[in-house]
């Protein structure tokens, strides 16, 4: 069952047309350029591309439009990738290939600018996935909120029969009294001396 899980493949990407060209040796110090390959509509071959992803990996396969017959592949890493843009061109790519231990670097083109962004959002995105399987997040790790106190939590209810009081300033009171918001019996009211009603707010509308 195990082995039946891994050989499952599920497609990321799929490009109808590609180009691929035989490039140059790398300039120290220096990136890819598209202009160094010789003649673009001159391609080495043309064909598809599929981005295929197992339990294991993603492969970057390089088949033939009509028979599916593998001209090149390449595994890719996210921590060592084997794509790399070029600098004069958002169409073209270098890709590290690899067959029986050996490694070569082939360019690659698209016809479309839209097909080569949404080459590079598959890689971006199974990217990101890896990286969340193989740092996630630990549930200990989780560090509690500054706006929260800390401590064990202060019951400050008030319990049955008690009450509280506030001072209202510019009102005179007796002495060893005070006014009790909350004391049984009180009444809210002007002539009583009470605390004295606010007005309602005024309405967005004006008669």
């Known amino acids: 069952m195990e082995g039946f899980e891994e050989d499952i493949e599920s497609v990321l990407y799929i490009a109808r047309e590609i180009s691929v060209y035989k490039i140059p040796p790398l300039r120290v110090n220096e990136g890819h350029r598209a202009n160094d390959w010789g003649d ?3 391609p080495l071959w043309k064909g598809r591309l599929r981005i295929v992803e197992t339990k294991k990996n993603a492969t970057l396969k390089f088949e033939d439009s009509q028979t599916g017959e593998v001209f090149a592949q390449a595994e890719y890493d996210p921590l060592k990738p084997s794509v790399e843009a070029v600098l004069d061109s958002s169409r ?3 890709v590290r290939v690899e067959d029986a231990g050996k490694k070569a670097y082939i360019g690659m083109g698209f016809a479309e600018r839209t ?3 949404d080459f590079n959002v598959a890689l971006q995105d ?3 996935r890896c990286k969340a399987a193989l740092n996630p997040p630990s549930p200990t790790s989780e560090t509690p909120s500054p706006h929260v106190p800390s401590g064990p939590k202060r019951d400050y209810s008030l319990k049955e029969g ?4 506030i001072s209202i300033p510019g009102k005179s009171r007796k002495h060893g009294t005070s006014t009790s918001l909350l004391s049984s019996g009180s009444t809210v009211s002007g ?3 009470g605390i004295p009603l606010l007005p309602p707010p ?3 509308r004006q008669k």
Request: proline share 5%; net charge neutral; charged share 10%.
């Open 126 to 128: 199974y990217t990101k």
């Open 40 to 42: 673009l509509a001159n």
């Open 202 to 204: 005024p309405s967005g």
């Open 191 to 193: 002539s009583s001396g």
């Open 115 to 117: 097909d080569s962004f």
């Open 162 to 165: 008690q009450t509280f009081s």
């Open 92 to 94: 073209y790519f270098v």
